[in-house]
């Protein structure tokens, strides 16, 4: 910002009339190349994280759940590794009933960013139950929707030409700073018949959850909930086949936890 100066200059006879001197009593030295180096200064280089390499593991859902066959152990788990475009994602979920495991699968993930809020993710699946075993090729979209709702959008090509698409969401609402509401909503889809491990064509199932946690730490954190499963099309007359029902409600305690 520069700065005017008005002075004000009286004529010689007036001036030595006045007594005013006409002259600066120290004058200002003209400005050389060593004062503007000297006003100057050396700017060096700092670190920045742009290539770092971190790590997020999450247990969402680390649960007790009481079913009408008895309880339920019920888990929940994302992790990944690595930078700000590409990272290895890693999924797990599954669920152990009196002791026995009712239905395991694990997720490896190679995601690549192509919004900052959104990931395109390909990898592998395999699942350990229901049934045989089975690996599938998986591909999909995870990230924020508006209004920061967690989403997730996974397509599956399975042994003998199975195929499944699974659509998941999630969305926390703060009625207090620590105190938080979260509810959930998942669907699966399957492109024919699976006997073997109680899955039919078309719409199969979908889970909705309310879960209330309060954060004692960011990291820990401590919730109640309930669940609403329902069963459809062929998926639920399998199920009632196998003894099953077509829905069935939860109610559940567990524990949030990330590191």
Do not use: C
């Amino acid at each position: 910002m520069a700065t005017t100066v008005f002075a004000l200059t009286l004529p010689p006879a007036a001036a030595a009339q006045t007594g005013v001197p006409t002259q600066s009593r120290t004058p200002i030295p003209v400005l050389t190349d060593a004062d503007r180096r000297a006003a100057a200064f050396d700017s060096e280089g700092h670190m920045v994280h742009d290539t770092a390499i971190n790590y997020q593991f999450l247990f969402d859902e680390l649960e007790w759940q009481d079913a009408k066959d008895g309880s339920a152990l019920n888990w929940d788990f994302t992790g990944w590794i690595g930078g700000d475009i590409d990272r290895l994602w890693l999924r797990s979920e599954g669920e152990r009933t009196n002791g026995a495991l009712e239905h395991a699968e694990v997720q490896a993930l190679w995601g690549h960013s192509i919004t900052p809020w959104w990931d395109l993710v390909g990898g592998i699946r395999q699942d350990s139950k229901p049934g045989p075993s089975q690996t599938w090729a998986a591909f999909g979209l995870q990230g924020l929707a508006l209004y920061n709702f967690e989403s997730e959008i996974t397509g599956f090509v399975g042994d003998s030409g199975q195929t499944a698409l699974r659509l998941k969401g999630e969305y926390d609402i703060l009625i207090t700073n620590r105190l938080i509401l979260q509810p959930m909503a998942e669907v699966n889809f399957y492109g024919k018949n699976d006997a073997a491990r109680g899955v039919g064509s078309g719409l199969a199932n979908s889970e909705v959850g309310l879960r209330l946690r309060y954060e004692i730490r960011r990291e820990f954190a401590p919730y109640i909930g309930v669940t609403w499963n329902r069963s459809y099309g062929n998926t639920a007359d399998f199920a009632r086949a196998d003894g099953g029902s077509r829905s069935e409600t939860r109610f559940l305690v567990g524990v949030r936890m990330w590191f």
